[in-house]
């Protein structure tokens, strides 16, 4: 079946400080993959949506110079949260669309904790 | 715009007890519905879906049929287990997928020995 992968699962920083987070479509081509942010016993909030070799397109609030996101090939995009601080502490998950079908396939997420 | 209300939990059930887990759309279109399962510290897992009216998705044990009358895409499951324990979150996207998924705020589901 199709697997997303993410990295890391978890990470720790310091405030002030950039950190990456990769999205990997592990066994077929996402044209399209899709950043969400959970806060606790929250749902699901889509920040912003990307298509390889394209701008993200970001949702109505969310900075796009501080979660600048980058869909460089059809099997990854990255998620780098500039300058992080405290409330940016999240939980962040991906999906990927393959482009010969319509259903998204979800990441395990990404822990982040800005201290 | 598009939006999805499920009930709220926690949801305590005993093993063995009948579940279900409300939900109503209102979306503009026809919408994909889809249930998602969230087992605590992980990621979103696709549970069952349903792309058109009367359809019935299905899947270990659960059931959840797409009634467009009622815009409502209700979870059922006859027999809860321990391991069913998780957060269920209910969903919508325009044109079969293609489209952004709407999610619901989630509900907690604890079954209790």
């Known amino acids: 079946g199709a697997v997303v992968s993410q990295h890391p699962s978890r990470v720790i920083c310091k405030s002030g400080t950039s950190v990456k987070i990769e999205c990997r479509s592990l066994d077929f081509q996402a044209t399209t993959m899709f950043w969400y942010r959970q806060f606790p016993k929250q749902s699901l909030m889509l920040m912003a949506t990307?298509?390889?070799?394209?701008?993200?397109?970001?949702e109505q609030g969310v900075e796009k110079d501080k979660f600048l996101i980058n869909h460089a090939s059809l099997t990854l995009s990255t998620l780098t949260v500039t300058s992080a601080h405290p409330e940016d502490s999240s939980f962040y998950i991906c999906?990927?669309?393959?482009?010969?079908?319509?259903?998204?396939?979800f990441g395990p997420g990404t822990r982040l904790t800005v201290t | 715009g598009d939006s999805v209300t499920q009930m709220e939990g926690p949801v305590t059930l005993s093993e063995e007890a009948f579940l279900t887990i409300n939900c109503t759309y209102t979306?503009?279109?026809?919408?994909?519905l889809f249930w998602y399962v969230q087992y605590p510290g992980e990621g979103l897992q696709l549970l069952l879906k349903a792309t058109k009216a009367d359809d019935k998705g299905s899947n270990k044990g659960f059931e959840a049929t797409y009634r467009k009358e009622t815009t409502s895409f209700h979870l059922e499951k006859g027999s809860v287990q321990v391991s069913d324990s998780a957060v269920y979150f209910c969903a919508l996207s325009d044109l079969g997928g293609y489209q952004k998924v709407t999610f619901g705020t989630g509900t907690k589901l604890q079954v209790i020995p």
């Open positions: 999906s990927a669309r393959d482009g010969d079908r319509s259903e998204q396939y």
């Open positions: 979306a503009t279109g026809y919408p994909s």
């Open positions: 990307s298509n390889e070799g394209s701008k993200a397109t970001y």
